[in-house]
């Protein structure tokens, strides 16, 4: 198995992240972001599921740039300058710790795409046999989404019209 | 916080150019998702991005930016459109949002299904993009008479 198109992927995405982390302008940080959620999207294109890269493309590398760059519009100049202090040490040591702990962890995770994962085991199966003969939807997901877990569904546009709501509640001052 | 339009003539052509391009493709996006990637929740994101866009190049005095707050005015009819497909179905006499009980005569029951999931995706969408949009006047106050403030 070679890695010619993961590792350059990996790389890419651990600079945009870091960049963003420790660049000292929070628009630069704005528009690294995005540039970072546009190559999370390359994986998720790469994994296979298209429907989450259109989604990471959309709202993360656009939609979530487009409101940042607004509120930094809203805020005063020179608080977009911030000033990084050095991060405490139980910090530095800790977190690369924490990181080792969980790639040891991760062994014992199963192989992706493995036929005889739990995941792969219990209803997917049924999913992937009878949704077009059900629904007539040759989109596995859509058919999930939208029909098999409609009410799921329904709970998040639940959410998403409250955070509008909320938003508009917390933010609108055109009062007339 | 937009206060007038975008200076560039560059930005404003491309902008008029790419706008009802991003607009067909949502479409194509929201009513292709049940036979390739996407879906409501795609479809309506690119919509409401379609508007920003708009919003963000014309400024708020231009025609495009009154059509989207007017579209920002429609908060929850995308959810109301979502739950009513749901209670059709209970009318029909079966269990909330399943889709097999909608009251159509003459069609199967995939049919019904695939039906009811196009309709309950336009419902996600139509809920989505006014979020997105709504989130953005929020965000930036744009008026309706020209002056903004922030």
């Known amino acids: 198995m070679t890695y010619s198109f993961e590792l350059p992927l990996l790389i890419l995405l651990i600079l945009t992240a870091g960049g963003a982390m420790f660049v000292k302008d929070l628009l630069s940080a704005v528009l690294i972001l995005g540039s970072y959620s546009f190559f999370l999207a390359l994986v998720w294109a790469w994994l296979g599921a298209v429907d989450v890269a259109f989604v990471e493309a959309v709202v993360g590398s656009g939609l979530a740039t487009v409101f940042f760059v607004l509120t930094l519009f809203g805020i005063e100049p020179r608080d977009t300058l911030i000033r990084r202090t050095p991060p405490p040490i139980a910090a530095v040591v800790g977190l690369p710790l924490l990181g080792l702990l969980l790639l040891y962890a991760a062994n014992d995770l199963p192989a992706f795409g493995d036929p005889a994962s739990p995941a792969s085991t219990y209803v997917s199966p049924f999913y992937l046999e009878n949704s077009l003969a059900d629904t007539q939807t040759p989109n596995v997901v859509t058919a999930v989404l939208m029909d098999y877990r409609a009410f799921d569904t329904l709970m998040e546009t639940v959410v998403i019209y409250t955070a509008g709501m909320a938003c508009w509640l917390l933010l609108r001052r055109d009062a007339r | 916080m937009i206060e007038s339009r975008h200076d560039s003539v560059i930005v404003r052509h491309l902008g008029g150019g790419l706008i009802p391009l991003v607009q067909i493709f949502a479409l194509y996006i929201l009513f292709f998702g049940q036979h390739g990637p996407g879906g409501g929740f795609v479809g309506g ?32 009819v995308g959810l109301i459109i979502f739950a009513a497909v749901g209670g059709l179905c209970l009318i029909g006499g079966g269990q909330f949002l399943n889709y097999a009980e909608l009251e159509i005569p003459g069609l199967a029951a995939p049919s019904r299904r695939y039906l009811g999931i ?8 139509v809920d989505i993009a006014v979020t997105a949009v709504s989130i953005v006047f929020s965000l930036s106050v744009v008026s309706g008479n020209g002056d903004s403030h922030v």
């Open chain 2, 118 to 125: 196009l309709l309950t995706q336009i419902g996600v969408a």
């Open chain 2, 45 to 76: 994101v690119m919509m409401g991005t379609s508007f920003i866009l708009g919003i963000l190049v014309f400024g708020p005095t231009d025609r495009s930016t009154v059509v989207a707050k007017r579209v920002a005015e429609a908060d929850g």
